[in-house]
T-cell receptor
Framework: DSGVTQTPKHLITATGQRVTLRCSPR?????VYWYQQSLDQGLQFLIQ???????AKGNILERFSAQQFPDLHSELNLSSLELGDSALYFC??????????????FGPGTRLLVL | AQKITQTQPGMFVQEKEAVTLDCTYD???????LFWYKQPSSGEMIFLIY??????QNATEGRYSLNFQKARKSANLVISASQLGDSAMYFC??????????????FGTGTRLTIIP
């Protein structure tokens, strides 16, 4: 158990809908990262938050947005869903600091299926 | 160019044998970190081992070791005495630079390892 929790584990929805994925980082971790894992794109970095502020952005679609709340949990919002958004969405967290040894610990993922 | 290349899509290894999973990387940064993660069929991503670009010794964690050859830009994972529970996808990943705002991991396409009893 990495200490990172994600809910829900599975989500089935229809095209055009909006969903929210939730993540709680490991105790004490200030950084939260979101990744998408799909068959055609592999594992891709979406966005990072550090202590409530957006820190870095990757290949995140404009239809997707995220935020990190004062209690450090994070939510990833996916809207106007398309079939191609079906994927496994991971949240990861890491300790603060500039050490390269800062390991990202992953949550169990949310498996999204868009029908 | 691919930042992380894993050339073995799948491998079959006899139980108790050692196995080497290949990973080459491409970066112009002097400071970088290399990670290996395991993804069992259940889907979670499990951190295995880390190697920093300035680390002089190869990293080891139990049965896992990392064969780091900086000049060749390779960071191969070695699993000694493989077990049935080692059957999984294995991903090599890199973090370029150690600054804030530059912490994303770039992943390879993975190697599916199957341990044969």
């Amino acid at each position: 158990d990495s200490g990172v929790t994600q809910t829900p584990k599975h989500l089935i929805t229809a095209t055009g809908q909006r969903v929210t994925l939730r993540c709680s980082p490991r105790s004490g971790d200030l950084s939260v990262y979101w990744y998408q894992q799909s068959l055609d794109q592999g594992l891709q970095f979406l966005i990072q938050y550090y202590n409530g502020e957006e820190r870095a952005k990757g290949n995140i679609l404009e239809r997707f947005s995220a935020q990190q709340f004062p209690d450090l949990h994070s939510e990833l919002n996916l809207s106007s869903l398309e079939l191609g958004d079906s994927a496994l969405y991971f949240c990861a967290s890491s300790a603060s600091g500039t050490s390269g040894r800062k390991t990202q610990y992953f949550g169990p993922g949310t498996r999204l299926l868009v029908l | 160019a691919q930042k992380i290349t894993q050339t073995q899509p799948g491998m079959f290894v006899q139980e108790k044998e050692a196995v080497t999973l290949d990973c080459t990387y491409d970066t112009s940064d002097q400071s970088y970190g290399l990670f290996w993660y395991k993804q069992p069929s259940s889907g979670e991503m499990i951190f295995l081992i880390y190697q920093g670009s300035y680390d002089e010794q190869n990293a080891t964690e139990g049965r896992y070791s990392l064969n780091f050859q900086k000049a060749r830009k390779s960071a191969n994972l070695v699993i000694s005495a493989s077990q049935l529970g080692d059957s999984a996808m294995y991903f090599c990943a890199m973090r370029e630079g150690f600054n804030f705002g530059n912490e994303k991991l770039t992943f390879g396409t993975g190697t599916r390892l199957t341990i044969i009893p």
